[in-house]
């Protein structure tokens, strides 16, 4: 891998991990759950129906967030030990246009495939 394309891309992670970061901030700050007032209330069931899916959502969209600050991690670990861009499954070179698109890619596309499958 190129050094240039390289520092590029951990230029591009460290700022997504950052935006994804800040995002799980925001999204722990709408659950409901984490209101203080949400406790002591005394809301109708409707409104408490309407908090758990809310919580719900919000704590799936968390988990996605923190999924991709655990790859965009892997990355900076493997750009670090001069290893990012090999598959970690067939150890071929990740095209650089796949890389571009999703700079945290463990895999190239045939191995992602066959992992999905
Ligand atoms: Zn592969």
Redesign the pocket.
Known sequence: MPKKFVSEQKEKLEKEKNKSLFQIEELKKDDPFTDPDHASDNAAIDTDVREQVGHDTIEAEIKDLERRVMDIDIALRKISKGQYGV??????L?PQARLRLIPEAA??I???KKLRK
Do not use: G, N, S
């Open positions: 598959c970690e499954r067939c150890k071929k990740i895999y190239d045939d191995c992602e």
